[in-house]
């Protein structure tokens, strides 16, 4: 009985410390900064949903550059994320921004190595050139498309 105790342990706290590892980035962000950045509601929604399926299609037939946001419905710091990420999408029509469900995506989460959420990752040409996990404010997510697309643009 007491084996069998230890070894209930052993797998609760094996569970714990899996569930401490993927939990969601988190990063300290000014409550303002969530509450005053709403998408348009007069706009239509700017983002496309990504899964595996149309994810070779997207990147092979698109000619803007792609940012992914990388979420899931039970994570709190992506529900704050999708306002200011649907507001990004309305004001930057030249940046196509798309939205993929780990929980639904596991295959796709899994071949960019997601451990935590949210996480965007932006692509040019094609190709994977930025990464950050974490909530950030919809200044910190333009200011980084902006470098991002600004380092990586063809001269």
């Known amino acids: 009985m007491k084996l069998l105790r230890y070894r209930s342990s052993l797998i609760l706290g094996g569970a ?6 993927v939990l969601p980035a988190c990063t300290k962000m000014k409550k303002a900064d969530v509450e005053t950045t709403a998408p348009d509601p007069d706009k239509p929604d700017a983002r496309v949903v ?5 994810f ?8 803007k550059p792609i940012v992914l946001d990388f979420w899931a419905p039970w994570c709190g710091p992506c529900r704050k ?7 990004a999408a309305q004001e930057r029509p030249d940046i196509i921004f798309g939205k993929v ?3 639904q995506e596991h295959k796709l989460a899994n071949k960019f ?8 990752l932006i692509f040019v040409e094609g190709k994977m050139v930025k990464q950050s996990v974490g909530l950030i404010s ?6 980084l498309l902006d470098s991002t697309l600004k380092k990586h643009s063809k001269s």
């Open 16 to 21: 714990l410390l899996l569930a401490l590892a």
């Open 113 to 120: 190595g997601i451990q935590g959420i949210p996480t965007l």
């Open 101 to 103: 469900n780990v929980d």
């Open 81 to 87: 994320m999708d306002p200011i990420f649907a507001a």
């Open 50 to 54: 990504v899964t595996g399926a149309s």
């Open 138 to 143: 919809k200044a910190e997510l333009l200011s």
């Open 56 to 63: 070779d299609q997207l990147l092979k037939e698109s000619t």
